[in-house]
């Protein structure tokens, strides 16, 4: 099961370049990240790094509110209407997410899934007939 990076954070400047120094003395890769203004000046970042546990205790350690979510990845095609198709086959699965982005290049595209209860979501998606890449590949995404 893959892993993503949630951290909270204020919104001020500086912030944000803490996480990634603390990121970029581990030698940890940011695949994509995902950045959202809540209430009262703070935020949450989505990290997808190629080593999140690494990821998540070394931002702990340097006393930056982490925690490790799991997450699922799906592949989509890189064109027109392939988010669409995807998040149709989602929804008709029964799974609601709390928190989703995607990312595309390269003719390749693939969106992350954050539920309340990753596990059950993963079988119904299989069920489903929806590809789930492993953790080797969504940690080794270019």
Request: proline share 4%; net charge negative.
């Amino acid at each position: 099961m893959a892993y993503q990076v949630s951290v909270f954070l204020e919104n001020k400047i500086g912030h944000m370049e803490r996480i990634t120094a603390v990121l970029k003395a581990a030698g940890i890769n940011i695949l994509t990240m995902n950045l959202n203004h809540t209430t009262g000046g703070w935020g949450i970042v989505n990290l997808l790094v190629d080593q999140p546990e690494l990821a998540y205790g070394q931002l702990s350690d340097a006393g930056i509110s982490a925690a490790l979510r799991r997450i699922v990845v799906l592949p989509m095609e890189d064109k027109p209407g392939s988010l669409d198709g995807l998040l149709r086959k989602i929804a008709g699965a029964g799974i609601n997410f709390t928190t989703a982005y995607g990312r595309s290049g390269r003719g390749t595209a693939w969106f992350v899934v954050d539920t309340e209860d990753i596990p059950d979501a993963e079988t119904i998606l299989k069920s489903a007939g929806l590809e789930i890449l492993p953790d080797e590949t969504v940690y080794t995404l270019d």
